[in-house]
């Protein structure tokens, strides 16, 4: 055994004062006498109360002097050399991946609680002077504490450390890792099941890597895959994927829930490493779609990871909008509406009339005998209709175009630079707004009438320099918001846990709230561009995103967030001789060095205890002993 204060032992002196307190203490005790006579005891009292007595036994003294030699020893610091996985400036990387839930550890923990128990040994075991950072490495790498010394603050920030949801980013942390190693000489120990992603480098650092496995088993089955689809004259439809990871054949139940009501539970047999599709045909008016995998009551398998064993979606909105141009010919116009996004453009002349079931019909240079049911945007309009009145030609243009203030249809549109040659003059529009305008009258109108949208620009884009700014295609894509919203989210079936997802909020509102699946209150997001971002996508589950304009909820669409993570549900274990990093030199765990393992916290423990059993038996001594009754007189005539 060794010490890392000896200097410590220093504290062993006090034992001089306690000896001397006892051979210089009065020792009275309280007895109840029934006789003066024994007064005489007085005479021998004086003499026991003169000082520099010889000790005599005593058991509170003994008592004493043990509690002082452990607190003594504790002060001094013991310590066993013992073999750890690694000593001197250690950086520790902590998988706290989703695959770090799975319970296959022994007792039936999960891989981090027993990933926080062998970083609990090294820092047990970490010598005096040694330093260590922990990182949490998850879908965000968080350093735990940087660099330190103190064993009972690297415990406390160990054991704070949970395991996410979400696909770990091992590149961010190996740089983080790796960065710091530049600066000093260190080790990093990886402490996890070795779910790296594949050709992940550190080439360049010469970076020394130990590794240090957990995990034992393979099974694992979930769910892969969850989408709606909805084709036309047809039922909605969900598509799900079940996947078998493991090895053995695995039989489980798939439940799915409609709208928080049960709707279906089937058994269903999963080969070993193999996807078994399944489909479902849904009710028409469906909002959300939750499934749930389980395990058959004969099932002969395990399921380790159950985090991968729930999966949702939702009843997505078209994101696309049908827009029909009726032109003879327009380059400008085909152009920008090939380039805005989720526009699905039909062109035609309307020689043989005007299909339906379009969402918007722009008309250029064309005005059809029978408006057709929709939205209208009316360019270059050679003739009125019931909505407007078309006059003569204006060519007062040189003025500056003047712009109606804080309207959303002209959001970062400038267009003080615009030449125009000429206009028409729009009469009898009293339901419209005027956007733009010169000195001879407007030039841009837009309203709304009997159930539909109606825009009006009044001349030839082809007698303008309009088409060539910038603002052309914002100032079309605005109207085309204004016209046919495009869908706030653009997910495909759902989002992945820790995906940034872009959002963008129609014109007219200015803040959104994202309310998360274990959130009542929900975060609330000022509009400050035309694209959102919101990144706080760490949990599995339903997701609802709310439109506001001034405080009030102008609409809201729910999304879904799921793990579908192969490699996070690929629990199989990396043993040691299989892990690799290139650009790095591995260290096996059998190449271990000597370490610390200190002692005084059990001296100081034995010491608490002691001077518990001290305090019992000092105040059993100052108890007054009871007196035996005295036994009755027995008559002599008895």
Known sequence: MNFLTPLGFLGALMAIPIILLYMLRLRRREVTISSTFLWQQVLQDAEANTPWQRLRRNILLFLQLLILALLVFALARPYLTVPTVSTGQITLLLDASASMNATDSEGGITRFESAKRLASDIINTLPEGDTMTIIRVAQIPEVLIATSTDQNQL????????????????????????????????????????????????????????????????????????????????????????????????????????????????????PAKSNLPFIATLPDEFVTVYATLSQSVNAITEDYLTVDNTAYAVSGASASRRVLLVT???????????????????????????????????????????LPDGDLFFINPPNGNAYFTVGAENEQTASPIVLLPNDPRLRYVDVEQLNLIK???????????????????????????????VAILPFDLRESDLPLQVSYIVLMANLLEWFTPRTTLTLMDSA???????????????????????????????????????????????????????????GEQPFAVNLFSQQESEITPVPLEEFAITGTTLLTTEQEEIGQQELWGIFALLAILFLLVEWITYHQRLKVPKQSPKPAKRSIFA
């Open 328 to 370: 003879t010919g327009n380059l400008y116009i085909e152009q920008v509406l090939r380039s805005l996004p989720n526009i699905q453009t039909v062109r035609t002349d309307g020689a043989t009339g005007i299909p339906a079931d379009y969402d918007l019909y722009i008309f250029d240079g064309v005005m059809p005998n029978r």
């Open 423 to 453: 206009f028409r003059e729009i009469i009898n529009a009293n339901w419209a707004t005027p956007l733009l305008a010169v000195a001879g009258g407007a030039i841009l109108y837009a309203g709304e009438t009997d159930g539909r949208q």
């Open 155 to 270: 415990r406390n920030a160990l054991a704070e450390a949970q395991p996410s949801l979400a696909q770990a980013d091992w590149d961010a942390a190996l740089s983080l890792a790796a960065g710091k190693s530049a600066v000093i000489s260190q080790t990093l120990v990886i402490i996890g099941d070795g779910g790296l992603p594949e050709n992940i480098s550190l080439e360049g650092l010469g970076a020394t890597i130990r590794y240090v496995p957990v995990g034992e088993s393979s099974e694992n089955v979930g769910i892969s895959a969850l989408a709606t689809r909805r084709l036309v004259n047809n039922p909605p439809e969900l598509f799900a994927q079940i996947t078998n990871y493991g090895f053995i054949e695995a039989q489980m139940i798939l439940t799915l829930w409609v709208d928080g009501e049960r709707f279906t539970s089937r058994t269903v047999q999963i």
């Open 496 to 554: 992945q846990v820790g995906d940034v997802i872009p959002i963008t909020p129609p014109l007219t509102a200015d803040a959104i709230r994202v309310t998360k699946p274990n959130d009542a209150n929900g975060q609330t997001i000022a509009i400050t561009s035309p694209t959102v971002v919101f990144s706080d996508t760490l949990e599995t589950g339903i997701y609802r995103l709310e439109l506001l304009e001034g405080g009030d909820v102008i």
